[in-house]
Nanobody, 124 residues
Framework: QVQLVESGGGLVQAGGSLRLSCTTS????????MAWFRQAPGKEREFVSA????????DYADSVKGRFTISRDKAQYTMYLQMNSLKPEDTAVYYC?????????????????WGQGTQVTVSS
């Protein structure tokens, strides 16, 4: 089982920025896809962004395109989510997720391993 540990959440004003990190315990990660999901109170967990570990190919939800950037540092076994121009509607618990093989996916059910989540709160 892959261990995923998120960090970097916090409280920020609208228009501000945060960078989330997700560090993995796996050292042979080239076949993996990693993603960020988020869950606001009373809502379903939704896809934010994903990255193919080996190639760096990315995908984004329409709601964050142009504002969020996903990346990974292979040497540090860490994935990042740079969040700029934050809005109050971005407030949620953000989760890191991983899946092996297949194709990049926006579906929560495709991901087998999850982190514990990190809270992001954007004040207006």
């Amino acid at each position: 089982q892959v261990q995923l540990v998120e960090s970097g959440g916090g409280l920020v004003q609208a228009g501000g920025s945060l960078r989330l990190s997700c560090t993995t315990s796996v050292r042979t990660f080239n076949s993996y896809y990693m993603a960020w999901f988020r869950q606001a109170p009373g809502k379903e967990r939704e896809f934010v962004s994903a990255i193919k570990w080996s190639s760096g190919h990315t995908d984004y939800a329409d709601s964050v395109k142009g504002r969020f950037t996903i990346s990974r540092d292979k040497a540090q076994y860490t994935m990042y989510l740079q969040m700029n121009s934050l809005k109050p509607e971005d407030t949620a618990v953000y989760y890191c997720a991983a899946k092996q093989r297949g194709i990049i996916s926006t579906f929560r059910s495709q991901y087998n391993d999850w982190g514990q989540g990190t809270q992001v709160t954007v004040s207006s």
